[in-house]
């Protein structure tokens, strides 16, 4: 094995464990911090893709953005479910045996469907011109998006102004008349 | 090179591990979290597939949208889960069954 594969599974299996224990974990401040090792190890996974614009970006959105929001909204949120509701969460629920069937099931259903498919083979991946390691994405990303993708990057940018007016619409403080 | 079917198999499981958090979770910021699971997938499947695409750059651009609109996502919904703590003094989406007040 290279060392890249050897990198690679590295992550991939911690990427997975990861994800693995935060559905899992019944304390919901470590399962918040382990998102944050997830949410790390896909970027590093994102390098192996050759897109480490992407990269960069998961890693100072989620990991600057998403995970302190969602930190805020879990200590804004969560008095007395610390101690109330996670008492009430051990122990075996058929609910969560029926969850745990469909996302099985779903998950063999997805098998199925990428080992039955021969990807590697399909014309359009064959014919394709492959980014190669050397390749300063950057710049093609930066030139894409003003030109190919301008429309849906203005679209996104309106979008963007309004979740930022809509959670700030929802966030304020209600005049009582 | 890491083979492609393998991004495909890693985002599969952990496209299944957040469907998973978002059916069985009594919590809604960690149904949240399943949620970003599922985006993540589709980020990395997007990231994966866009390594042959040189010349137009889809994949990596269109991962580049993903991100931003799960972080737009992402404040809506954690303002959402504030109002709803405010209004019924608990983040459980299972006791949280009336719309009106």
Sequence with gaps: MSPEQILFYFFAALTLISAFLVVTMQNLVRSIFLFFVTIFSLAAMFVFALADFIAVTQVVIYVGGVLVLMLFAFMLSNRELLSGLQAVQTGFKMSHFAGLMISLGFLFLLYMAIASTDIVNLPWIKESQQISPGDNTVHQIGINTMTRYLLPFEVVSVFLLMALIGAAHLARKEKRS | ?101
Excluded at chain 2, 7 to 35: E, H
Excluded at chain 2, 65 to 84: C, D, M, Q
């Design chain 2, 1 to 101: 090179m890491i083979p492609l079917s393998h991004f495909m198999f890693i985002s599969a499981v952990l496209f299944c591990l957040g469907l998973y958090a978002v059916l069985t979770k009594r919590n809604a910021i960690q149904v949240l979290i399943g949620i970003e699971f599922m985006i993540n997938a589709a980020i990395l499947n997007f990231v994966a597939f866009g390594r042959f695409d040189k010349a137009t750059g889809g994949g990596q651009m269109f991962a580049l949208f993903t991100i931003v609109l799960a972080a737009a996502g992402v404040a809506v919904a954690l303002a959402i889960i504030l109002n709803v703590y405010k209004h019924f003094r608990t983040i459980n989406p299972a006791k949280i069954d009336s719309l009106k007040d």
